[in-house]
Every structure is written in structure tokens, then in C-alpha cells.
């Protein structure tokens, strides 16, 4: 009896320990199963062994985008992965998106093929136009044209140019699903009106300090799946093109639920997203950080501490200042607040 008992103990302990993690997913008008807990790569271009990490903890859902500069070392870490493991190519979800001084459609394509070649892909899951507002490209390089004070030179390509070259390579099969980075509602729903294939996904700032809760009805109406970024509050944020100022950790109601719920902040914040219903993307390339936000699913935000989250000062932290001077420019509350004001270069 006693050594039986101790058998299934430890068979239980084996389990419990090897299992990684399930991660829910939400669907797409496609039908394509989308994780609602992915891992975002902004400003990791030196730790590929945290792509692989992610992995073995369950992370399913890599954001990337051809600005991060980070391709070719996912691309590496994903193909050393494979040929050393248990997941193969279709077991991942990638994101990825189109440099906003890339959308003449010559350009696209160009950047498209070797996006597919960084990654060592023949599809992405996921591609995104990475910003409404678009600039002229320097000939030969990776860099948009700027004027004498550093603002973007504006291009001229209209967003139904970019969107039917992002159509074309999703009826080819090489993108499963397609959509849209800082837009505004107007500029959705006009893409929407005119688009032979919907968008699938819409991928926005949203964080207790700016939660997007008119954004993520909006794209419910339309049956858009919505991916939260920076939502944690971008705590490793550089200052180019973003706010220097807001800690979504130091605001109290995050502080006192991590306490009552003996969590950290950052589970208490990532939990809030779950409970919202769409996806969140932190980034981290700390092997404690990348299991602590994955551990979420062992406890329950109830209805009046959600809204103790909700009740927080708005404010956006991203504000893409040197795009200021495109007229797609998506965000009128940071025309009014920073057109005047010096770049934050
Ligand atoms: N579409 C767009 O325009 C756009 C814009 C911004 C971001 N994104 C995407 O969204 C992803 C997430 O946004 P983000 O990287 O700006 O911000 P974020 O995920 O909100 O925050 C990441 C920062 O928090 C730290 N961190 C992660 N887990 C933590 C934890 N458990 N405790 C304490 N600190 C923790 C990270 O540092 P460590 O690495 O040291 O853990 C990093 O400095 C990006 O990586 C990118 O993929 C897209
Ligand atoms: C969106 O479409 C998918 C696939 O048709 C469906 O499974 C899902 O329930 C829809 N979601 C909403 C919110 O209508
Ligand atoms: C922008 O493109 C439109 C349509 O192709 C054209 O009519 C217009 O003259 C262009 N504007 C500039 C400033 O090049
Ligand atoms: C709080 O969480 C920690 C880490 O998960 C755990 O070790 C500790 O026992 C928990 N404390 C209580 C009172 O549940
Ligand atoms: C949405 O973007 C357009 C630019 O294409 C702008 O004219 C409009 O004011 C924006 N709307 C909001 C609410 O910011
Ligand atoms: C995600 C996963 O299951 N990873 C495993 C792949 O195989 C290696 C070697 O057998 C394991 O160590 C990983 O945990």
C-alpha cells in the first residue's frame, strides 16, 4: 500500500514538474487558433537562448517585427530548436511586421522576402502594416528620409496600396493571417470597408494606463482579435518615440492586488489582460521573469478588483513623435500634446 502510495506520488511529482504550461487561445474570423499569451522581442537582439527558453516553458506566440532588428537571431534560435527537439515549425505562431518606410509595394515585397528569409521560413503567421503613418525610405538602406529638425518625410502611399499587397501574399498562403499596428478607429474601419480580406488582428498599446477599452469593442463588432502591447507598462521602454514618465507597477491598486493575491505585479497585470479576453505580448529575456508571467492560470482577478484597474489615469506612452508630420497620423491627443514640443530624440 505504502509503496504504491509513494509510486503515484512520485509519478505525480514527475508530471507535475515536466508538464509546460497550456496556454488558452482565442479564435480568429479565419478559424486560426490565436495563444492569448505570447512572448514580445522588442529590444532583444542578444539573447536567442530566451526565444528558446519561452519555448520550453510553453510560450507558443513570438511578436517580432522587421524594425526590432531581431529576425535573424529568431530565425537561428527557432531552426536550432527544431532540429534539437520535440516542436516543430507549425507548433509556433509568429508575428511579424512591415517597416513603416517600406510600403511602396516594390518595397514591400522586397522586405517581405527577406523577413521570410531571416525568420528561414516559407510562411509567417501573423503580418502586420507596423504603423499607419509611412515615410520615405533612404536609397539602399534600412532608414526612413528625415528633415533638417529629424521628423520623418512623410511618403505618399495610400493604406489600400499597402493593404492589397498584404491581401495578395495571404491568398499565396505565405501570411495565415493578416492586420494593422497604431491605427486609428477610422482608419480600421476604412481598411475594413474596402478590404477583399478583413483584417484578422489589430495589435495596440494597452496597459492599465491606457486600457483601449472603446479600441478593443470596436474590433469585437468587426470580429478583430485584439494583441495588447507593452502590457506591462514597457518598464525597458527607450525614450525614442515614447514617454519617459509612467510606472503602471507603482500605481496602488496594482501594489495592494499582488499583496491580497500573493502575486507579483506583473501577474496581476497580465491577468487582468487574460480576463479581458485577447492577447498580451510581454517581452522579457529573464529566464525567472519569462516563467513568472506565464503563471497566471492558477488564480482569479474577481469583477471589483478588475475595475479597481480600470479606474486609473489614461495616458499613452508610446507617441511615435517623429512621425508626427504624416497626415495618417492616427492619434490626435498626441498631435495636440506634442506638435509643438521638441522630439524626444
Ligand atoms: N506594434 C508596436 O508598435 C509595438 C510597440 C511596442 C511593443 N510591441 C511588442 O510588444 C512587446 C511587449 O511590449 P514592450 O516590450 O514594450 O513592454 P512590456 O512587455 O510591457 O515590458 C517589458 C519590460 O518589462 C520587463 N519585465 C518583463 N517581465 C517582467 C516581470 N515579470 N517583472 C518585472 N519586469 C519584467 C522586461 O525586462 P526583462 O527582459 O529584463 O524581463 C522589459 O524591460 C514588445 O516586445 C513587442 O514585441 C509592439
Ligand atoms: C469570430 O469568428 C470566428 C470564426 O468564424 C468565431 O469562431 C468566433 O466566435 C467569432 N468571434 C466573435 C466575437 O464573433
Ligand atoms: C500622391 O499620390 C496621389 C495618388 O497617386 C497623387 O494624386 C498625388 O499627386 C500624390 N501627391 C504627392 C505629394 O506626391
Ligand atoms: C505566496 O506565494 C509564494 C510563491 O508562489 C509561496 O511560496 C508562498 O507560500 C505563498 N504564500 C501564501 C501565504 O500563500
Ligand atoms: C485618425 O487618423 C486620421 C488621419 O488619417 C485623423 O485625421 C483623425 O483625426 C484621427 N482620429 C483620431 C480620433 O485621432
Ligand atoms: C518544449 C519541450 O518539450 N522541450 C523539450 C525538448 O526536448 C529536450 C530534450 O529531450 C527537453 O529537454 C526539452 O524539455
Not at 119 to 134: A, F, G, N
Not at 293 to 299: A, G, K, P, S, V
Request: net charge negative.
Amino acid at each position: 500500500m505504502l509503496q504504491q502510495f509513494i509510486m503515484l506520488t512520485l509519478m505525480l511529482c514527475t508530471i507535475a514538474l515536466t508538464k509546460t504550461v497550456e496556454i488558452p487561445f482565442v479564435t480568429m474570423s479565419n478559424g486560426l487558433k490565436f495563444p492569448q499569451l505570447g512572448l514580445g522581442t522588442w529590444q532583444n537582439t542578444e539573447h536567442p537562448e530566451a526565444i528558446k527558453s519561452a519555448l520550453d516553458l510553453g510560450y507558443r506566440l513570438i511578436d517580432t517585427a522587421f524594425l526590432y532588428k531581431n529576425e535573424k537571431m529568431i530565425g537561428t534560435a527557432l531552426k536550432e530548436y527544431f532540429e534539437a527537439g520535440n516542436l516543430t515549425r507549425k507548433d509556433v505562431f509568429i508575428t511579424s511586421k512591415l517597416p513603416y518606410y517600406a510600403y511602396k509595394p516594390e518595397d514591400a515585397e522586397k522586405y517581405i522576402a527577406r523577413q521570410l528569409e531571416s525568420l528561414q521560413t516559407d510562411y509567417i503567421d501573423l503580418y502586420l502594416i507596423h504603423w499607419s503613418m509611412c515615410a520615405e525610405r533612404k536609397t539602399d538602406k534600412d532608414e526612413p528620409v528625415t528633415d533638417n529638425d529629424g521628423y520623418h518625410v512623410p511618403c505618399n502611399v495610400s493604406h489600400s496600396e499597402v493593404w492589397k499587397i498584404l491581401e495578395k501574399y495571404y491568398e499565396k498562403g505565405t501570411f495565415k493571417a493578416i492586420g494593422l499596428s497604431n491605427f486609428n478607429e477610422t482608419q480600421i474601419q476604412t481598411i475594413y470597408d474596402q478590404a477583399e480580406i478583413k483584417p484578422h488582428n489589430y495589435q495596440g498599446e494597452c496597459h492599465i494606463l491606457f486600457p483601449q477599452t472603446k479600441m478593443i469593442e470596436f474590433l469585437r463588432a468587426l470580429n478583430i482579435s485584439f494583441t495588447a502591447y507593452a502590457p506591462i507598462g514597457s518598464r525597458g521602454r527607450d525614450k525614442s518615440n515614447t514617454r519617459s514618465d509612467g510606472d503602471v507597477f507603482e500605481q496602488t491598486p496594482v501594489k495592494e492586488l499582488a499583496e491580497k493575491y500573493n502575486k507579483t505585479r506583473a501577474q496581476i497585470l497580465l491577468r487582468n489582460h487574460l480576463q479581458r479576453g485577447y492577447t498580451a505580448i510581454p517581452k522579457s529575456t529573464n529566464p525567472k521573469h519569462l516563467a513568472e508571467n506565464l503563471d497566471i492560470f492558477d488564480f482569479e482577478l474577481s469583477p471589483e478588483d478588475m475595475k479597481k484597474l480600470d479606474n486609473i489615469e489614461h495616458k499613452r506612452l508610446f507617441i511615435f513623435d517623429k512621425a508626427i508630420k504624416s497626415p495618417e497620423f492616427p492619434f490626435k491627443d498626441v498631435v495636440d500634446e506634442f506638435a509643438d514640443k521638441p522630439l524626444t530624440l
